[in-house]
């Protein structure tokens, strides 16, 4: 299992959430509202209000979410950083797994 973390602007986290759910990529996904972005782009330091998404995933179902959220997000670059999840329970696992098999 896999959990991928994306910043993505509030008017579009719900809508890229509902995306990844509805299309079996992420089994869930956490809207995490008010997160303060501070980053360099350009040669430029930007602040930039944005939702964090906290998406759960099973291995097999990465590759794809990961592009199919560079496609849909509103960033040029967006954030797309997984982490193993190398400690879930067995149940929650099978859940996981189930929902983004295709």
Do not use: F, Q
Not at 31 to 38: E, K, M, P, R, T
Not at 41 to 68: F, N, Q, Y
């Amino acid at each position: 299992m896999k959990i991928v973390l994306c910043t993505a602007p509030a008017e579009a986290a719900e809508r890229l959430a509902s995306t990844l759910v509805e299309e079996r990529l992420a089994a869930c996904v956490n809207v995490l509202a008010g997160v303060a972005s501070i980053y360099r782009w350009k040669g430029k330091l930007e602040r930039a209000d944005e939702s964090l998404l906290v998406v759960k995933t099973g291995d097999a179902a990465l590759a794809p979410l990961m592009s199919r959220i560079a496609e849909i997000h509103p960033y040029a670059t967006p954030e797309i950083v997984a982490v193993d999840a190398s400690r879930v329970s067995a149940a929650y696992l099978a859940w996981v797994d189930a929902e983004t098999s295709r």
